[in-house]
């Protein structure tokens, strides 16, 4: 097997409270790496197990394939019909192309809930149970003939009358004796390495027996072990499987980010597919965000046809062009951020999601500096009754990723980096804030917990210097002891500028659509072009759903926190201690 998975370990917050287990699963044929992540070490090592078996399938096919594909070329070969060899390599390269601008299709008639049984594990042990020993032969004494007695007519001497007469049978008698002795002897050395040599081979035969015996007897008890070991696993995984299925069937969080991490990880995409993602699922307003990793456009197929070339007696490759090769990667990627919800949404038979934040991310070589970089370079937020209201099959991906009110550069081969609509929040992360406000402030800073009165002036700050580079300025109108801000920001660019309404809410539970229709009225009442609606926390499906169409702009913390990187300062948002903050006070 080359799916590898690596020791289960704890991670640990800064208080040193176990958040989850997690493990590393490696498949070094497919070049895939994943992180599996849990409650507990029995699931870790569960889901590993399943992502170990999946990717261990799609290699068995993989390798099949090629080997299908080189047992006919090695035929083709034979016959010296290289045109062939050509023409079905150029077959496999418009395959491979083909694949790319098909993501969609392939999904649609497939998609649905995880079928459970499909992820469990019902093989039987399948190592053969030992044979019984074939023993050797057992050993047989060596025949070295009968005794040599005196009795036997051999060793009589012959004496005749003669021999009487003239005095030989004394010598005859001589010479019969003698040769008994010697018989005898030559008898008695024979006997004695024959009786020698058994006794041995009887004594090395009871050793080979035993050997071979004590072999079978351990052999037998070590597969015994093996297949209720085997047995007890495969049924614990199960059982877990089975915690999981009934989890996700009461909701529960963890199980339903697990859940549609399997719906992702059994989606058949090509070898250029990287396949990792992390989730993030928000009970409150039933929200999946997910981060996709996306193939970088260095990773995608090329080769467009191949050419024998009779004169010179080789094969000459043709490649797609730039220009071809630059429209395949911008369709690879919005064909991707929509088949992903729609598989998504199409798992989703308890209606635990009612809307998905899909966050494209890429990993490539940067141009400037030669180093490995990380960017989001589409970002698109949908709610499920509207989205699947759309007939996937028919649209043109790039469209309907605009008309979703989808964020991404007019050339996504540009690896332009979007602030994402919604970002995941990570443990320990820290922001960056314009403070200005008071010099005691650091990274150790909670935004979502300072004084409504300081979270004023930052955000007016903030988006000062925003607007600065456009000779634009923020003023303040008003402000509210809930820990929001009133600002209008004057910006004079004469195409996108205008007067842009700030407000600004300093929450730790969801804005609610009311907020943004309130925002949406002070707009049309103030006149203004556009109005920026900011908040430490986030907003509800139904409030990006108002927004749609409307001169507003939604900013989340995850926003927020983002607008402050870009000004190159540090603080940090933590939603729960701020909460604790307001319960104490």
């Known amino acids: 097997m080359k799916s590898q998975i690596g020791p289960i370990q704890e991670h640990y917050s800064v208080k040193g409270v176990v958040l989850h287990y997690y493990t590393h699963v490696l498949h070094s044929g497919l070049n895939k790496s994943r992180v599996i992540k849990a409650s507990s070490p029995g699931l870790v090592a569960t889901l590993a197990e399943v992502q170990a078996k999946e990717w261990e399938g799609k290699w068995k096919e993989i390798c099949a394939k090629q080997a299908a594909r080189d047992e006919k070329a090695s035929q083709i070969w034979s016959r010296n019909q290289n045109q062939n060899i050509a023409s079905e390599k150029t077959a496999d390269a418009q395959e491979r192309l083909e694949e790319l601008t098909k993501l969609i299709s392939a999904v649609i008639d497939k998609a649905g809930p995880l079928e459970w049984d499909k992820v469990k594990n019902f ?254 370079i589409v970002s698109i937020q949908t709610i499920k009754e509207e989205f699947l209201a759309i007939n996937l099959g028919l649209v043109e991906a790039k469209a309907c990723f605009k008309n979703l009110k989808g964020v991404a550069s007019s050339k996504l081969h540009g690896i332009s980096p979007v602030a994402p609509i919604m970002a995941m929040k990570r443990e320990d992360s820290r922001f960056v804030a314009a403070h200005d406000v008071t010099d005691q402030m650091d990274d150790s800073t909670n935004l979502a917990a300072m004084d409504w009165q300081d979270f004023e002036h930052l955000i007016r700050e903030l988006f000062g210097k925003e607007f600065s580079s456009s000779g634009g300025e923020v003023k303040i109108t008003q402000a509210s002891r809930d820990g929001g801000v009133d600002a209008v920001a004057f910006d004079p660019d004469p195409i996108r500028g205008g007067k842009i309404v700030i407000q600004a809410k300093r929450y730790t539970n969801t804005v609610t659509v009311s907020a943004v229709r309130d925002l949406y009225g002070t707009v049309m009442n103030e006149g203004a072009n556009k109005g920026v609606l900011v908040t430490t926390s986030d907003y509800g499906p139904d409030a990006y759903a108002f927004a749609k169409d409307k001169p507003l702009v939604l900013l989340n913390g995850a926003n927020l926190l983002h607008l402050l990187q870009k000004h190159g300062h540090k603080a940090r948002i933590d939603i729960k201690e701020a909460k604790l903050q307001q319960q104490s006070s």
């Open 123 to 376: 093989a039987d042990f399948s190592e053969k149970k030992p044979k019984p020993p074939k023993y050797p032969d057992k050993p047989i004494l060596k025949d070295v003939g009968p005794e040599p007695l005196g009795s036997m007519a051999k060793y009589q001497p012959k004496v005749g009358f003669f021999d009487t007469i003239f005095g030989q049978a004394k010598n005859k008698t001589e010479a019969a004796n003698k040769l008994l002795a010697n018989d005898h002897a030559y008898w008695s050395k024979e006997k004695a390495a024959a009786d020698q040599g058994f006794e041995a081979a009887c004594a090395n035969y009871e050793s080979e027996c035993a050997k071979l015996k004590k072999d079978y007897e351990e052999g037998c008890i070590k597969w015994e072990e093996d297949k209720v070991r085997y047995l007890k696993e495969r049924d614990e995984q199960n059982t877990l499987i089975d915690s999981l299925k009934e989890g996700y069937s009461k909701g529960e969080p963890e199980a339903i980010i697990h859940y549609n991490e399997t719906i992702l990880s059994r989606s058949d995409y090509p070898e250029c597919f990287p396949k990792e993602f992390e989730m993030e699922y928000i009970p409150d307003t039933k929200t999946l965000i997910v981060e996709y990793l996306l193939p970088d456009i260095s990773a995608l197929p090329t080769l467009k046809e191949v050419k024998f070339i009779q004169s010179k007696e080789e094969f000459q490759e043709k490649v797609i062009s730039q220009t071809e090769l630059n429209r395949a990667f911008d369709e690879v990627i919005y064909q991707t951020a929509l088949r992903t919800m729609y598989e998504i949404y199409k798992a989703d038979e308890p209606h635990y999601i009612e809307a998905i934040v899909f966050n494209g991310i890429v990993n490539y070589i940067d141009k400037t500096s030669g180093h490995d970089a990380s960017a989001c």
